[in-house]
């Protein structure tokens, strides 16, 4: 079965959150390659099960060096060939692999899958989209969470299009309702950004239902939500922040009465199930979308349930070729767009990697 | 007593709530000028309480046009001189009363606030200001909330420097925190309006403490976190949308067995205790901060106990010389800097209004 590279190396909790949930995953019969440095590596792993070795289908590449949260250049990301997320990205460039996991520098990530694997033809950016919930059964698909911060209308409105080909995809849906993060429903409301992306949304074919403000998007009303990467991720941490706030503020009643500890040790099992809901480990990560090959960005402060929901997703979505139906549609969508659209020029221009 | 002018006809509620908010603020001594359609208003306070005319210091000016939602072009909005919300403003203008308080159109109320009252001198945005919740006992101050969704690093830098001053004087801080909210906590995170807003607040001489990311701004770790009002307006609904989605999804829990219909029951005060401290409705509305006289913004779905508390606010923040003190110190630091740095011309070209 096609292996899944795990940057062993990347993120808050690394290396031990990232090797314990890979085997998990592992467990699952899922083949993983860990990159990482080896001893540290191989120490975690028989800590965890001495006999998995021969029980579990994980090998390790041997990586000297690491990309810290801290490295800001883009030169110094590509030039440290040997580091544990270069290798990994490297193997899914080689085919070694057929999907990458990382929870490290997700700007470091987002600068080697560009460098290494490239962009699907046509595509200007790639965007960090994942699912959040919402109260209905239906979630919501948000793209960009984080991988742009500084954004161009033409981008959103990318954004959308491959939105829209992923979420009919993957969850059956043919013509998923597109909304556009802003600061009021009303269509004159938003920044120059959002009024222009707004413009371009609603003379595209998508099915776009309008702006949305960030107090309606766990409703349901729409299937993708649109918007730039800064944006996103505040909405997306704002969000994460405040089930935190609620959380401590009730620990913080709780330690206040014995009635009040009791009243809320009853409830527990109900908050579990919200909290739940609402955790960023179940969604397995973000897929840079537009990029040619599976690349996953999982959250940095990940524990290992976060990490092995996104090794399950990656193996989900290399292993039955549906990435590849929807990488595919997308490079037609924008290859037959850049023949006939105005924006072809801007599209050649903006090819900056 | 000074009377404060509140527009009855602004808002999702309105004239009901606003009218029920103000009666509320009027019984605590309040004095109140309505601005909106007299018969109706007339027919609201004689329903709400028959023997108001004799008892509450409310008066009525008659306005027969109503700034709808919908409003978009600032032309628009200046020419319509009998709207409520026109008058209202006109009145802070003339001193007839000491303060104006809408949950109307936010736009056209700052568009109204700058045009008629106008801005205090060197400052080139007023930003919409207000206290958020956090698990500490020490609230954060947020700036900008939504009044400019597009904006300059030199803008930010002066919201920075207002409600340092504003902060300072409210909350008795000699040195408040200053945070940046940004898509990560290290200094190289951020959309290029964001990193250029790093070099100025850390080269500035207030006490800077650097990019704070939105799912920590709960913590207390500022006094004041600096935004775009884009991104301020995003995370403000994020939050009040993601209070919204767990309530809802307790309830729904509720519904699926008695075993947590009853376990909710018995936790439901301390849920209201937590719900209270992250209520908008609390924290009566968001100042206009750099505007010359005191303008309140109360949010669109405010409900009477909202409006209850921006009246209560409006009369605090004007009535004890407050607001005066703040926007002197305003006015003073920023002739200062106009006069000695390098960012005069800049003053002089941004004053669009």
Known sequence: MPRIAVDAMGGDNAPIAIVSGSMEAAKKGIPIVLFGKKEQLLTICSMINPSWQTTLPISIVDCPDIISMDAISMRQIINQKTSSMYLAVDALKKNTVVACVSAGNSAAMHTLANVIIGRIPGVLRAALASVL????????YCVDLGANTDCKAVFLEQFAHMAAIYVKEMFDIEKPRVG???????????????????????ESNLHFIGNIEARDIFDGHADILVCDGF???????????????ILHMLAHEANKSLFAKIALKISSP?????????????SGGALLLGIRKPVFIAHGSSNSKAIENAILFAH????????????NSIEK???????CMSTSNQLAQENVY
Not at 195 to 201: A, D, H
Not at 232 to 238: A, H
Not at 270 to 282: E, G, N, T
Not at 333 to 339: A, D, G, I, R, V
């Open 133 to 140: 919930p919402s109260v209905t059964e239906c979630p919501i």
């Open 180 to 202: 556009l993060l802003s600061n009021g429903h009303e269509p004159y409301k938003g920044s120059s950004l959002v009024k222009e992306t707004y413009q371009k949304l609603a």
């Open 231 to 245: 944006a996103g991720n505040v909405m997306l941490k704002t969000a994460q922040g405040t089930l935190k706030a």
């Open 270 to 282: 109900i908050f579990s199930k919200v909290k739940s809901k609402l955790d960023y480990a179940k």
């Open 316 to 327: 989900n979505l290399a292993n039955n070729y549906r990435l590849e139906k929807i990488n």
């Open 333 to 339: 969508l924008f290859k037959k767009e850049t023949s």
